[in-house]
């Protein structure tokens, strides 16, 4: 049965609704939206506090992963600081009347989900992650809390998983089917034995009387818990498979999607959730790229397509989300266009949209269609030229994008190797024909994590045939050892793209090789042949014996970073950017860890600063990541690049100075927001794609993909772009490229989008988004 009463909000609630720009909703399950990641963590801490102070011994279940890390953290500060003036302060602004501080020991914790099979001392499983950030992180007595260890659930005969399941895979098909041999019986007999733990765990949830407070992100397909699309409403806790966009997420935490596409996890079920009718449900949801799954989850009917809408028969369930989460409501966005002054990107937006809406192009919309629509009829001065005006203006956008530049000094950044090209590519081609242009191209972490153990197993394999069959000359030379190994770096590059070119794929091989050495060697401090076939043995028996998404030690973590460095290279010099002008940053702050380490201003912000002084770009691209959600990385690149850009704006003037700012495979501009719109051909497309599958190697397999596309980022990038292709050609009509007199318009089969701003608009945003912040995230001196 559903519930269509009025919720009542809570003070903290009502505190943060105070903060919106509107307070009518019309979903089926009541939100707040705030303003970015780090508020959201704050709205939901400041909620459970209020909560918990309430129901001192009641039964609260809480995610896992990265989307709760600023709700653990503001956790962490009110219960550290509870009497500091901050603390008063913070408590005073969002009405958490509370004088006493909680004492959260009481509390029964109960863990939501878990793969299966994994150990639950292994770092990466979500037993370990309760125990170290809720159990011991929380102050939570173990002994009240039901939790998943995956290692004493019984197995047939009293087993270990690694018996059962010795390559780690379950066949669910087992429950029905007829067994063909003993391992399967005993794996079929170990099922039934994880399907009747599932069982008595759905039990015990219920003789505590249901879970009380609720705290769930939601996923890529709307999955809640590990609840993935199509799952039923009435489902409890059980063993299960799921889908690929839930793969693709927990490829990260399993070591590559070749791992997480075969492991299946417990769940707790939709159901279980509806255990206690007065139970708190929160979903949080930060991002634009989780707006669709918003959308579907609070204005759709109950349906097992969207799993979260099981959560209408809750009166006490919620969304908090970001605004970036609900820009696709229709509360969001009528308020979008019925509120504050009306712009020219609104009329850009609403005529586009209304294209598409109506499947017409731009040249048949009639003042009767604009008139009948709900946001075009609220364009001012509504008229007949109203859609000629805005097809003018995307091309003048276009005509922006296919604009020579020349005398500039391009400074590309990208936050990780990869995201410069799969956002900027056919721009930066353009420029690169310039001989009046210098280019330097800055990437800021070292991108470990993007590097499985299994490449580098199968590139220190390589290494190791090489030398036995002395095909690496270079470890020959008398001083390769002591500084040799230092020098001709950019041979490698020029090595490996020459085979390239004459399609030898074994040179290709003994080109990395060249480059693999020469990492070890640095890394390890190498002095002999013989120290190097020691390392390459070491270092194979390690990877070979760590589980699957375990963390590196930093020696291995540099190693990866390297390889990371040496694709990087490869890309660039694929269109004659020499090695000294692509640059590797490191910033100390990308650590590996499930929360990474906040920037610091000595250490992050001055080498940036340094490089901006000697280098003196007049052209400086960005990831635009304005609200500071999904990859972490990308907002504090974004804080640290913003702040070294202060600093200079001290040093120099900067009024000249052009920011570029650019999205990729993990966010899209839409055509309105965009001040430049870059044509793309069928055979830049083509090139894009093969330069992405000759350099970046290691992502070749895609092991970490994104959930939209199971395939390389390459093939992403190439369909968002053609995408967007299609919207603008609709807005224009087709004979706009096809008949143009512009050979590059009639060639052009893709579109990319970016913003262009001056320093002082850029460094206003990044401020905004900052002192959003409220000190959750920020750069340290």
């Known amino acids: 049965m559903l519930l269509n009463m009025k919720h009542a909000f809570t003070r903290v609630e009502r505190a943060f609704i105070e903060h919106q720009e509107f307070e009518e909703k019309s979903t089926k399950i009541p939100y707040i939206t705030v303003n970015n990641f780090p508020q959201l963590g704050l709205l939901t801490s400041l909620r459970f506090l209020e909560w918990i102070t309430e129901n001192p011994e009641g039964v609260i279940s809480l995610p896992t992963g990265k989307t709760p890390e600023h709700f653990i953290k503001w956790t962490r500060y009110m219960l550290q600081n509870w009497n500091t003036k901050s603390v008063e302060s913070i408590k005073q602004k969002y009405g958490l009347d509370l004088q006493k501080k909680p004492d959260l020991k009481d509390l029964q914790f109960v863990q939501i989900d878990e793969f299966y099979p994994i150990s639950s001392k292994q770092h990466n499983s979500f037993n370990y992650y309760v125990r170290d950030f809720y159990i011991k992180g929380f102050g939570l007595d173990e002994k009240k809390a039901l939790l998943i260890n995956t290692d004493d659930i019984p197995l047939f005969e009293g087993k270990s998983y690694q018996e059962v399941f010795p390559d780690l895979k379950i066949d669910l098909r087992l429950r029905y089917k007829d067994c063909q041999s003993t391992q399967e019986f005993i794996q079929q007999q170990s099922i039934y034995k994880i399907d009747q733990w599932c069982s008595e765990y759905e039990e015990k949830i219920q003789a505590k009387g249901g879970i009380g407070f609720f ?11 590990f609840n993935v699309r199509g799952s039923d409403h009435n489902s409890t806790t059980r063993l299960t498979a799921t889908n690929f966009e839930t793969q693709a997420v927990a490829a990260g935490d399993l070591g590559g999607i070749e791992i997480s596409r075969n492991r299946l ?9 509806l255990q206690n009718p007065d139970a708190v449900a929160l979903i949080i949801a930060a991002g634009e790229a989780k707006a669709d799954v918003v959308k579907n989850a609070l204005e759709n009917p109950p349906s097992n397509l969207y799993p979260a809408t099981v959560l209408q028969k809750l009166k006490n369930s919620r969304f908090y989300i970001t605004k970036g989460a609900a820009i696709m ?24 949209d209304l294209c598409g809406k109506l499947d017409k192009y731009g ?22 030229n109203t859609v000629t005006d805005v097809m003018k203006s995307v091309k003048e956008k276009i005509s922006r994008g296919l604009s020579k530049k020349k005398n500039q000094q391009f400074f590309h950044t990208g936050p990780h190797h990869d995201d410069i090209m799969l956002g900027l590519l056919p721009e930066i081609s353009q420029g690169l024909r310039q001989a009046s242009n210098s280019f330097n191209f800055v990437i800021f972490t070292s991108g470990f994590t993007a590097v499985t153990n299994t490449f580098v197993i199968d590139c220190l394999s390589d290494v190791k045939n090489l030398l036995n069959e002395d095909k690496i000359e270079m470890i020959h030379y008398p001083d390769f050892f002591e500084s040799g190994y230092k020098y001709k770096w950019d041979k490698d590059v020029y090595h490996y793209l020459n085979k390239v070119a004459s399609g030898e794929p074994h040179e290709r091989v003994r080109a990395v090789s060249h480059r693999i050495v020469r990492v070890l060697t640095e890394v390890y401090d190498l002095n002999s042949i013989k120290e190097l076939e020691l390392r390459i043995e070491e270092t194979l028996h390690l990877l070979q014996n760590s589980y699957d998404g375990e963390k590196n030690p930093p020696d291995i973590q540099k190693f990866k970073g390297k390889i990371r460095e040496f694709e990087e290279e490869l890309v660039w010099a694929h269109y004659g950017v020499q090695v000294r002008n692509v640059h590797h940053l490191r910033l100390g702050f990308y650590t590996g860890d499930v929360f990474t380490e906040q920037p610091e201003r000595h250490r992050d912000v001055l080498p940036i600063l340094e490089m901006l002084s000697k280098l003196k770009p007049t052209a400086i691209s960005l990831t635009l990541d304005p609200e500071g959600s999904g990859p972490d990385t990308h907002y504090k690149v974004l804080q640290v690049l913003a702040e070294a850009l202060r600093l200079w704006s001290k040093e120099e003037d900067l009024s000249k100075l052009r920011i570029m700012g650019y999205r990729n495979v993990w966010y899209r501009f839409h055509p309105a927001e965009a001040d430049v719109i870059v044509p793309v051909s069928l055979n830049s497309l083509v090139n894009f794609d093969e330069s992405f599958s000759h350099c970046y190697l290691s992502q070749v397999n895609a092991s970490f993909p994104s959930y939209m596309h199971d395939g390389k980022f390459s093939e992403l990038a190439q369909k968002i772009w053609t995408e967007q292709y299609k919207s603008i050609r609709l807005l224009l009509g087709k004979s706009y490229f096809y008949e143009s007199d512009s050979p590059k318009l009639r060639a052009t089969h893709g579109l ?8 002082d608009t850029f460094l206003l945003q990044a401020r905004e988004l900052k002192e959003s912040m409220e000190g959750s995230v920020g750069i340290s001196d």
């Open 329 to 352: 409501l229709q509360d969001c966005i009528e308020e979008h266009y019925q509120s504050g002054s009306w712009t020219n990107e609104k009329t850009e937006k609403v005529i586009i």
């Open 752 to 759: 990319i989008f970016y913003k262009e701003m001056d320093v």
């Open 363 to 384: 040249k048949d919309l009639t003042l009767e269609d604009l008139k009948n629509d709900k946001n075009a009829r609220l364009i001012p001065g509504l008229n007949d």
């Open 215 to 225: 705290i769930g992100g939601i996923g890529p397909d709307g999955h809640i818990a």
């Open 265 to 273: 996890v417990i769940t707790i079920g939709l159901k279980t959730i």
